[in-house]
């Protein structure tokens, strides 16, 4: 008689122990088979497949409930017109969601989950996507996303179930989709924009010429990639540009040495720059900002700068704030990265309490310094802050700045936002402004659970 086997006759059971002759001695035991080519007959929608607790659902529901008027009104498919029917941007608004919610940043990766993954495939229902279409409404709807965060902590405030009165701030590095190698000096720059510009030359000439080596959809295919090299390199001068005024600005203002020869952008992407990672190392990144309320960790102002410090990144962040939602916070949290002194004194201006370390706190301890007397030169927004944070209050408050805006970048952590798959600020913005969506889109839902907890029967 022939031993079963588990994996097929090419991958023989492991040799019987003494334990399982004993038991197997009356006959080999009767496994059921595994079938796999019988073919099946489900009847069942994709409505009743998906779980009714589904992530997915809780993503629509919420997609449903957007006035998303001015984009069908940019859609030129309209009914007794010739034309095949637009893409539903509630689908693929929705799809985008569901995606950062578990991770997902590729548009191809999105594309492949709609035609493999159920809680893709219930999202699109009968609408077929592509990874063109859902890169495009990425990029192409910044403002949408941004309004969308405005109206929910605008919903949530008017509801009562967050305040806008202390909000922590903090940023993370997030990796570039550049390389390394993609990093070169002015002359490299000059000298890589001619060889595009020649290289479009070419195609054109190939491609007037009608060359048979290729048909017209490859040679237009070439000479748009070709092109947008050319861009992307003019682009790159354009930002080293900006960058040597920059250097220069800091080398004036606060004494900061540096080399102009040495200085290099991305041919890859332009706007990226090479920052200090969290675990010491040096890549391109950007800095992508968080302002959480630390009530209810409803993220309330996001930003994404190529700035490698936060210094300076609390004053436009408390303007966004104002401009989203016509006040300000009455107190704001930030590490020692943030306490300019510039911004501190903005920040009292406008009758903002700033709660953050001083530089150089413990080294003046031991040296016998009191670091909380205010200084010569310091004025009274920064004198007060000084002084402030020399008491066991301000300390006391301070400590919630970890516990919300640290907890707001492991959120987004843990949904993958380590590096991103898109190149240029403006995309990144995007990326972070839907993380921030989903992270609020979650904790309102905790809210409002809560609140029915809380209410008496």
């Not at 229902?125 to 405005?150: C, E, W």
């Not at 993370?172 to 000298?191: I, Y």
């Amino acid at each position: 008689m022939v031993e079963p086997t588990l994996f097929g006759d090419d991958c023989p059971l492991p040799p019987p122990t003494a334990a399982r002759r004993q038991a197997t001695a009356g006959g080999s035991p009767r496994l059921r088979p595994v079938q796999r080519q019988q073919v099946q007959m489900r009847c069942a929608s994709l409505d009743q497949l998906l779980p009714p607790d589904h992530e997915a659902r809780c993503m629509w529901a919420y997609v449903e409930n957007l006035d998303l008027a001015p984009l069908l009104q940019t859609i030129k498919a309209v009914a007794g017109q010739p034309g095949r029917d637009a893409n539903d941007p509630r689908v693929l608004y929705a799809l985008w969601l569901y995606a950062t919610f578990k991770g997902v940043g590729s548009a191809r990766e999105l594309d492949r989950l709609c035609q493999e993954h159920l809680a893709y495939q219930w999202l699109c229902g009968s609408m077929s996507v592509n990874y063109h279409s859902l890169a495009d409404f990425r990029s192409d709807n910044v403002a949408l996303f941004d309004q969308s965060l405005t109206e929910d902590v605008a919903s949530l405030l008017h509801e009562g179930l967050i305040e806008l009165e202390r909000v922590a701030q903090d940023g993370m590095k997030v990796r570039a989709s550049a390389g390394a190698a993609s990093f070169r000096r002015q002359p490299s720059l000059q000298a890589c924009l001619e060889e595009a510009q020649q290289q479009v030359q070419a195609l054109r000439q190939q491609q007037d010429e009608g060359a048979a080596a290729a048909n017209q959809r490859q040679q237009a295919a070439r000479a748009r990639v070709a092109q947008e090299r050319v861009q992307r390199v003019q682009q790159a001068l354009a930002q080293h540009e900006q960058l040597l005024k920059l250097r220069q600005q800091q080398h004036e203002e606060k004494g900061i040495k540096f080399q102009p020869e040495q200085l290099r952008t991305s041919t890859t992407d332009p706007e990226a720059r090479r920052m200090k990672m969290p675990d010491g190392g040096t890549r391109p990144a950007y800095n992508v900002q968080y302002a959480t309320t630390t009530d209810s960790g409803i993220v309330v102002g996001v930003a994404v700068t190529n700035s490698g410090g936060d210094g300076g990144q609390m004053g436009p962040m408390l303007e966004q704030l104002q401009e989203r939602y016509q006040s300000l916070p009455a107190e704001m949290l930030v590490d020692g990265g943030f306490t300019t002194l510039q911004d501190i004194e903005g920040a009292a201006a406008q009758k903002v309490t700033v709660y953050g370390p001083l530089k150089d706190e413990a080294k003046q301890l031991e040296a016998g310094k009191d670091p909380y007397q205010p200084k010569k030169k310091d004025g009274p927004g920064v004198a007060q802050w000084r002084q402030r944070m020399g008491t066991a209050a301000a300390q006391t408050i301070y400590r919630e700045r970890a516990a919300t805006a640290e907890w707001t970048n492991a959120q987004a952590r843990n949904r993958g936002l380590y590096q991103v798959r898109v190149r240029g600020q403006r995309k990144v913005l995007a990326v972070a402004l839907l993380y921030a969506l989903v992270h609020n889109l979650l904790r309102a839902e905790a809210l409002r659970a809560a609140q029915q907890v809380e209410k008496p029967s």
